[in-house]
């Protein structure tokens, strides 16, 4: 009797954890603001995949439970021989897939770059990926036909010399994702400063990374200077830095990279995420449910602001950004000069410096803000502070009150940049900031990044070559000989 009251508690609780994690909605306000997707209307992807695959655990566990002396042994081999069954069969589908599949990517211990030798082309639509998304949907930029050609490294450049005056590191914001190769920065920069100039660029990449590329590359194009463009978005992330020797980093990779679960995840959004007749702010207010109505409202709250129209009047253009984006300008400088990712990127740069200095070349930090760092200072105004408490508070609690919250961001918005341009300075780094130049354009109308994605469109690359162009022509380059 004891052994079957057992049964039944455990198999009341594999039912109850079943039925919670169903009835329990995913943040879809916090997923909207990070840009991920929504499936059924209440579930991010993570959430949902791991309620599919507990249905057939449960139900193992279940068979496994209720199992006797007599039929306990069966069922365990039973159970070991389905598993396997199926384990196996997919490891073999998925090493086939990733065997058929072109690889875009050429990766190294330290490094990586794309296919050499390759044409790529396609279309950027600047619209938001996901079916539900911000509550009062705004235009984007208009739809670029984009080629992306590849040399014979694997790196983006139409050209092919012995020799280049100036050599670029960093990662998508120097390689130019989302626009076409004409309309790259260092293509505009080599005809603006009469220079030539090799793009060294790799979307993903980090300054541990950079260092690398310019050892294995940069150095035997015999440059005159080194732009080493640090992105603020991602480049000071601790996760750059952690270890990737481990068995369970390698595991993890060889997961995340393969073709059968990101085929099976692409068929989940594909057919549970579309929204064709709700809008995201109707899929939460559906149902009769508290829960639906709190969620509802506090989507409408944080999110009912963007994206938001700079600058006011008729030649407005729309921008969204992420919630962990602006929280990213909440730390303070001692939080930021603690991290692992401010402190690595410091080595880097150090050790950047080291290997051109020996190599008698300029090195030049090029820093680019993310779009909160240059829309911040134009919105303040017009962003109601109940609103943007609202917005952070989708990931941070320990916020202050609403009507202290702007000032003490602003207080904080340049601490990254103000701390790098101190390095560089104490480092004898050169130091371009593109922030000022990039918020003034925005604040004259023009469209300098994409609505829905972080990247510069067109128009921001050409400022961002005048902008560098500017200090060339202040610090002049030695031109090559031929």
Known sequence: MKGRVEKWIKTA???????????????????????????????????????????PISIIALYLIWSNEKNKKKRQF???????????????????????????????????HRAPNTIVHGTIH????????????????????????????????????EKYDIVALGDSFAEGSNVTDDDLWAGILAQKSKLTVYNLGMAGGHPGIYLETLKRFGI?????????????????????????????HHVSNYFKSS??????????????????????????TSGDSHAASDNADTHTSALSWLPVAVPDGPDAKYYAFTVKSLLAHFQTKDTFLRSKGCKQTFVNLRQIKEICNSNNIRTITVYAPDKSHVLLPLIRHNVPPESLR??????????????????????RLDVKESAVKEFCRQESIGFISLTEPLREGIAQGRQLYFTYDDHWTPTGHEVVANTISHYINEHPVVKTDD
């Not at 949907?137 to 670029?144: A, E, K, L």
């Open 78 to 112: 039973q159970v070991t021989a389905l598993t396997l069954s199926i384990i196996v069969p997919i490891l073999l589908v998925d090493l086939l897939m990733r065997l058929a599949q072109p690889k875009q990517y050429i990766m190294h211990k330290d490094y990586y």
């Open 126 to 161: 600047d619209v938001p990926e996901n079916a539900f998304s911000y509550p009062e949907m705004r235009p984007g930029y208009p739809d670029i036909e984009y080629t992306l050609t590849t040399d014979e490294r694997g790196f983006r450049n139409k050209t092919n010399l």
């Open 220 to 248: 035997t194009l015999s440059p005159k200077m080194i732009l080493c463009m640090i992105y603020e978005g991602n480049d000071f992330r601790d996760s750059n830095y952690k270890r990737e020797d481990t068995f369970g």
């Open 390 to 411: 609202a917005f952070m508070a989708l990931k941070e609690n320990n916020l202050p009150p609403s009507d202290e919250l702007m000032d003490t961001v602003m207080a």
């Open 13 to 55: 609780i594999i039912a109850a954890v079943n039925v919670l994690l169903w009835a329990i909605p995913s943040n879809v306000a916090y997923l909207i603001a990070q840009n991920r997707d929504v499936l059924l209307g209440r579930y991010g992807v993570a959430h949902l995949t791991w309620m599919f695959l507990l249905i």
């Open 259 to 284: 073709p059968m679960r990101l085929a099976l995840q692409e068929l989940l959004i594909g057919r549970l995420g579309s929204a064709e007749s709700k809008t995201s702010e109707d899929s939460l």
